[in-house]
């Protein structure tokens, strides 16, 4: 039997990408600190998760973000640099999800420049329009009856 863990805690700083063989194209093997609030007078629970996710991950997550992580618990040990045995929480992640924070995911097929007109395209739109173009109306409400239809 596998234990199964959920955490939700706060990255303690930027990911770091493990180098091993056999990770998918499009994947990456990671390494975060994970900070779990127990309460107001409690100290923090620290985890060392590691998992692999999808490549666009690591370069979203940054120091606050907080993250949901599914995984299998267990006890790490190990001897310090200056000999003392140390031990921690260590959760071998299965899905890691952005809850909140983090850098927006960048997807390479989405266009670098929005479709909204700039404001120059703008001011030129009563130029084509005088000039005969036809140029539809950039006003969301338009058919909706002015600004009594603004739903905030």
Same mark, same amino acid.
């Given at each position: 039997? !596998? $234990?199964? +863990?959920?955490?939700?805690?706060?990255?303690?700083? +930027?990911?770091?990408?493990?180098?091993?063989?056999?990770?998918?194209?499009?994947?990456?093997? !990671?390494?975060?600190?994970?900070?779990?609030?127990?309460?107001?007078?409690? %100290? *923090? /629970?620290?985890? $060392?998760?590691?998992?692999?996710? %999808?490549?666009?991950?690591? *370069?979203?997550?940054? #120091? &606050?973000?907080?993250?949901?992580?599914?995984?299998?618990?267990?006890?790490?040990?190990?001897?310090?640099?200056?000999?003392?045995? #140390?031990? &921690?929480?260590?959760?071998?992640?299965?899905?890691?999800?952005?809850? $909140?924070?983090?850098?927006?995911?960048? /997807?390479?097929?989405? %266009?670098? #420049?929005?479709?909204?007109?700039?404001?120059?395209?703008?001011?030129?739109?009563?130029?084509?329009?005088?000039?005969?173009?036809?140029? %539809? /109306? !950039?006003?969301?409400?338009?058919?909706?009856?002015?600004?009594?239809?603004?739903?905030?």
């Amino acid at each position: 039997m !596998m $234990s199964h +863990t959920v955490v939700v805690g706060h990255a303690a700083d +930027t990911p770091k990408i493990l180098r091993a063989t056999g990770i998918p194209a499009g994947q990456a093997l !990671m390494r975060v600190r994970v900070a779990v609030n127990r309460g107001k007078d409690r %100290p *923090a /629970d620290w985890w $060392s998760v590691v998992g692999r996710v %999808p490549d666009w991950l690591p *370069a979203a997550v940054v #120091r &606050g973000t907080v993250l949901a992580i599914d995984g299998r618990a267990s006890l790490e040990e190990w001897i310090a640099v200056d000999g003392t045995a #140390r031990a &921690g929480l260590r959760l071998d992640a299965s899905s890691v999800r952005i809850v $909140s924070g983090g850098r927006p995911k960048v /997807d390479v097929a989405m %266009p670098l #420049r929005s479709t909204a007109p700039t404001p120059a395209e703008l001011a030129e739109a009563p130029l084509r329009e005088a000039a005969g173009a036809d140029v %539809p /109306d !950039m006003t969301p409400w338009a058919d909706e009856g002015g600004d009594d239809a603004i739903p905030f």
